[in-house]
């Protein structure tokens, strides 16, 4: 049988037709999702696209300011800034991170404490942010990275200011020292404003005053190529310097009171008691702030935070100890103040002191006693037994409450970081942290400097201070003034003082008695007298141990470092006081032998004094 040839025409066209129809409705809906993508794209995400493309074009680079410089009162430059490089990477545009590593060790050294704190700083930091991984390069490692830059994406070497302390160890715990933010500050801080720069204040003045020196950082808006480098500057806001600092430090008082101290451990402070202006402040021994700037070594650093002398300890400010016999001037006009004595009231000294009814002797440094006492002997010659009695009378109440004005048991506010506060012990405070009574005994104690009462040498400074001011209380301040940039006036930063409730006439009765103890024959620190100007004083000694009730206290049979502190406070001239000066030599023996005469080349070296005094090698008790 054979096949039909014909073929079905029509049925073939209506499968073309609907072919067609088909392959149109596609390729309409096709080109409709391409014109809705486009209208999407140049419409709705216009403005997202545009800044995307943007921003491969321009970038936003931080302008870190200049930090303020740091002067003493007379215009000598204690903190300033010099120019220094470090290199840094962009993790976001880096491919290989080891590889860049290891490419940038080959052309420049870079050590394992260098990568364990890159990787730190990495972790504190966004991705698109750079993150220095050596710092100080010098000219040779920089013109390598530079030449090699084409082939480093994501490495810069970026130039900035680095501070500098150009007197080193003199004023290193008065001024303090920047150095890199770590990730607690980074919490503190506003991030935004410390954009571009690494470095802090963290000690003494420089973090006192942190929001003064460092100033505000600016903006640039920068046009790159596809590999990131700048063409050109869009647009800038430039960022504000910190304002320079003028002290009432004087640097040149500042080495002397260093060098009066010599080896010695223990501070020095000195104060103009017109104007609460700290004239120096020294700790002793002391440190290279410079060390910490760019990141001490951790073998240094172990050397300085293990070290039995406590070279980073600032003494001055956080130093605690027992005011001893320092603590008498003021105890006595607490007790002029009260009514408890007058100048004319006299106890009689045995050279013990007991409480009624006890058989506990509370000893006098004399062993012998001074005999019948008023209060300018009990002053000139410190006569414990005699500041027994005022004690007890007074009670610890009013004790507390009137040596408070002076500033004891509190952060005085100075305007160094870090100030302890001391301890001036109350009935309240005992109840609270020894969850026991107090008892008469500690009263007495309390009256002679010992026991649960500790000072500050900047608080023993700054009372004293207040005497010389005739009542006057001034907060004590390092700072005078500061200078806006390129401003030619300075701006005085204010005082804070107060008038303490005391009278003339009691506090007359005191100086003299302070006087008496340099210029009289029998005074505790005769030995410091000079024709050239004079001194009222006081000196004390403070111990580090209680000695038993049958027991002599023997120096030379005691390890040093458990001997008896040694203190002095004083003011001078006495009838125009220009400097009220505070010192403590730490297990130095008898304030009037040893903590005297450094007080009296202070003194010298400020008041313009060169005669130098003979000293006694023999002891003259307190």
Not at 78 to 89: R, V
Not at 287 to 313: C, H, M, Q, T, W
């Amino acid at each position: 049988m054979v096949e039909s040839g014909f073929k079905d025409h029509l049925g073939e066209r209506q499968l073309f037709v609907r072919r067609a129809v088909i392959a149109g409705v596609l390729v309409v809906l096709a080109m409709s999702a391409v014109v809705l993508k486009l209208a999407n794209l140049q419409i709705l995400d216009h403005a997202h696209y545009t800044t995307l493309s943007r921003d491969n074009r321009v970038k936003i680079e931080p302008l870190p300011p200049t930090r303020g410089l740091i002067y003493d009162a007379k215009g000598i430059l204690l903190a300033e800034n010099y120019p220094a490089y470090s290199l840094e990477i962009t993790p976001e545009k880096v491919g290989d991170l080891q590889e860049t590593i290891a490419e940038l060790r080959r052309l420049v050294s870079i050590d394992d404490k260098d990568i364990k704190r890159f990787a730190r700083l990495r972790k504190q930091r966004r991705r698109f942010e750079g993150v220095p991984i050596r710092f100080n390069l010098t000219q040779e490692e920089v013109a390598r990275v530079s030449v090699n830059n084409y082939r480093l994406s994501g490495v810069d070497v970026r130039a900035e200011l680095v501070r500098y302390y150009p007197l080193g160890e003199s004023a290193a715990h008065v001024i303090g020292y920047v150095g890199r933010i770590n990730e607690q500050e980074l919490k503190e801080i506003d991030t935004s404003d410390y954009a571009g720069t690494n470095y802090i204040g963290k000690t003494g003045v420089e973090k006192a005053y942190e929001g003064m020196l460092h100033g505000h950082v600016g903006h640039q808006q920068v046009e790159v190529n596809a590999r990131g480098r700048v063409i050109r500057v869009l647009e800038s806001r430039p960022p504000v310097p910190g304002r320079d600092l003028r002290l009432y430090l004087d640097i040149r008082l500042q080495q002397a009171a260093t060098a009066a101290l010599g080896t010695n451990r223990g501070a020095v402070v000195a104060i103009d008691p017109r104007t609460g202006g700290v004239l120096a402040m020294v700790s002793q021994p002391t440190f290279d702030p410079n060390l910490f700037v760019d990141g001490i070594g951790a073998d240094e650093y172990r050397a300085l935070r293990d070290s039995p002398d406590k070279p980073l300890f600032n003494r001055a400010i956080r130093g605690q100890y027992p005011p001893g016999s320092t603590i008498k001037p003021f105890v006595a006009l607490t007790g002029l103040t009260a009514g408890a004595v007058t100048g004319a009231t006299t106890v009689y000294c045995p050279g013990f002191y007991r409480l009624p009814g006890q058989a506990h002797k509370y000893r006098d440094w004399k062993h012998g006693g001074h005999g019948t006492v008023a209060l300018h002997k009990a002053i000139v010659q410190s006569c414990d037994v005699y500041f027994y009695e005022l004690a007890h009378d007074l009670g610890i109440d009013r004790l507390h409450d009137f040596l408070a004005q002076f500033g004891f048991g509190r952060r005085i506010g100075l305007d160094v970081a870090g100030e302890r506060p001391g301890l001036l012990p109350s009935k309240e405070w005992k109840r609270e942290s020894r969850h026991q009574p107090w008892y008469p005994g500690e009263t007495l104690i309390l009256g002679i400097g010992q026991g649960y009462f500790l000072v500050t040498p900047v608080q023993l400074a700054a009372a004293m201070a207040a005497i010389a001011a005739r009542g006057r209380y001034t907060e004590p301040r390092v700072a005078r003034a500061s200078q806006r940039p390129g401003a030619s006036n300075l701006e005085d930063i204010p005082a804070v003082g107060r008038q303490l409730p005391i009278t003339a006439a009691h506090l007359q009765e005191v100086v003299n008695a302070l006087t008496d103890v340099v210029e009289s024959a029998h005074g505790t620190a005769r030995r410091i007298r000079t024709d050239a100007y004079r001194i009222a004083g006081k000196t004390g000694t403070a111990q580090v141990f209680t000695v038993g009730q049958k027991e002599r206290y023997r120096a030379s049979r005691i390890p040093e470092r458990m001997r008896d502190h040694a203190l002095f406070i004083a003011f001078a001239p006495v009838d125009n006081p220009r400097i009220a000066v505070a010192v403590i030599v730490e297990n130095g023996g008898h304030g009037g032998s040893v903590a005297a005469p450094v007080a009296r080349d202070v003194m010298d070296s400020y008041l313009g004094n060169r005669a130098r005094m003979a000293r006694k090698e023999t002891s003259d008790g307190e």
